[in-house]
């Protein structure tokens, strides 16, 4: 049976890697047509397409490194890695965001004619389906594996994929004889981009503080507390490494069991956690005695010893 951790590594660097291509083969086209034009609105455009496909550059890296077993330095594995490739990402699209900013304001100041307008229609077009299509494609994979840098990536390509149809709009408004629509539109570009780094840098920084969303929580303690023999659930908590999910949790049994009976309801707690909540890879549970639940049993009151000052632990 092959890891399914393994199965999602391979999914992920799969859907990478025909993004990448799709989003590079789109920006190739505009570049040609920014040259003809002289479009700052596409070439705003144009510059975050090519930003979007280097996105891919540290996701598949981060991919790569899942890959690797966990060592002794490195006892839960690689996954954080994907978190840092998110953090890379975000600082992408900002440059990207700094640049179209720049070029815009520049064409503002120094307005210059446009050219082969119908071409700058055709590239807006492509760039929206091309967008659109990586888009659907990143998003659905990234939510079927768990990342949130891949989901992210996604919805940074959706929102692409409207700004490519922006610049349709500065085209039209050039052939309407006013040719600042086409800088006004740059701008409006920069401002969307600006509105997916805050988006996407709130996704990927909430994962790297070990933040995640209550519903996980809710299901985990759903999911347990409804065992025979698991009487209460608490100190219930968990953290994404990369695109899988680790939790812990406290459960009181009766003290009646024995070892190897308490033993066994934690295996059940842990299957059917497996069975109820997606993307769950590694799971701690604490066996505890009715009565005495939760970390605060498991506190060392205050006390001396080898003539120390009194302390707890």
Same mark, same amino acid.
């Given at each position: 049976?092959?890891?399914?951790?393994?199965?999602?590594?391979?999914?992920?660097?799969?859907?990478?890697?025909?993004?990448?291509?799709?989003?590079?083969?789109?920006?190739?086209?505009?570049?040609?047509?920014?040259?003809?034009?002289?479009?700052?609105?596409?070439?705003?455009?144009?510059?975050?397409?090519?930003?979007?496909?280097?996105?891919?550059?540290?996701?598949?890296?981060?991919?790569?490194?899942?890959?690797?077993?966990?060592?002794?330095?490195?006892?839960?594995?690689?996954?954080?890695?994907?978190?840092?490739?998110?953090?890379?990402?975000?600082?992408?699209?900002?440059?990207?965001?700094?640049?179209?900013?720049?070029?815009?304001?520049?064409?503002?100041?120094?307005?210059?004619?446009?050219?082969?307008?119908?071409?700058?229609?055709?590239?807006?077009?492509?760039?929206?389906?091309?967008?659109?299509?990586?888009?659907?494609?990143?998003?659905?994979?990234?939510?079927?594996?768990?990342?949130?840098?891949?989901?992210?990536?996604?919805?940074? *390509? !959706?929102?692409? =994929?409207?700004?490519?149809? %922006?610049? #349709?709009?500065? +085209? &039209?408004?050039?052939? $309407?004889?006013?040719?600042?629509?086409?800088?006004?539109?740059?701008?409006?570009?920069?401002?969307?981009?600006?509105?997916?780094?805050?988006?996407?840098?709130?996704?990927?920084?909430?994962?790297?503080?070990?933040?995640?969303?209550?519903?996980?929580?809710?299901?985990?303690?759903?999911?347990?507390?409804?065992?025979?023999?698991?009487?209460?659930?608490?100190?219930?908590? *968990? !953290?994404?490494? =990369?695109?899988?999910?680790? %939790?812990? #949790?406290?459960? +009181? &049994?009766?003290?009646? $069991?024995?070892?190897?009976?308490?033993?066994?309801?934690?295996?059940?707690?842990?299957?059917?956690?497996?069975?109820?909540?997606?993307?769950?890879?590694?799971?701690?549970?604490?066996?505890?005695?009715?009565?005495?639940?939760?970390?605060?049993?498991?506190?060392?009151?205050?006390?001396?010893?080898?003539?120390?000052?009194?302390?707890?632990?």
């Amino acid at each position: 049976m092959i890891d399914p951790t393994i199965l999602s590594t391979q999914r992920g660097i799969w859907a990478i890697k025909w993004s990448f291509v799709g989003l590079l083969a789109t920006a190739m086209f505009q570049v040609v047509v920014v040259f003809l034009s002289g479009s700052v609105a596409l070439l705003a455009d144009t510059i975050h397409n090519f930003g979007d496909a280097a996105t891919a550059v540290p996701l598949w890296i981060a991919f790569l490194f899942a890959r690797f077993k966990p060592t002794r330095r490195f006892s839960f594995g690689y996954g954080r890695v994907e978190d840092l490739a998110g953090v890379v990402i975000v600082f992408i699209i900002l440059f990207s965001a700094i640049v179209a900013g720049y070029e815009a304001v520049d064409r503002l100041l120094h307005p210059r004619p446009v050219e082969y307008l119908w071409a700058v229609v055709a590239a807006s077009i492509i760039g929206f389906l091309g967008n659109e299509g990586v888009a659907v494609f990143r998003i659905r994979v990234g939510k079927e594996i768990g990342s949130a840098a891949l989901v992210a990536d996604g919805y940074h *390509a !959706r929102v692409d =994929g409207w700004t490519s149809l %922006a610049v #349709l709009v500065g +085209a &039209v408004g050039v052939w $309407l004889g006013y040719p600042l629509a086409d800088p006004l539109v740059g701008l409006a570009i920069t401002l969307a981009i600006l509105a997916i780094v805050w988006q996407s840098g709130k996704a990927v920084f909430t994962r790297m503080l070990d933040g995640v969303e209550p519903e996980v929580i809710e299901a985990l303690t759903h999911a347990a507390v409804h065992i025979p023999g698991v009487q209460a659930v608490t100190d219930v908590r *968990a !953290r994404w490494i =990369g695109h899988h999910l680790h %939790a812990e #949790l406290n459960v +009181a &049994v009766s003290p009646a $069991l024995s070892v190897a009976e308490g033993h066994h309801l934690a295996k059940t707690v842990h299957h059917q956690l497996l069975h109820h909540v997606p993307f769950l890879s590694r799971t701690t549970i604490h066996i505890d005695p009715a009565g005495e639940v939760g970390e605060i049993h498991h506190r060392i009151a205050a006390h001396a010893h080898d003539g120390l000052p009194v302390h707890s632990h």
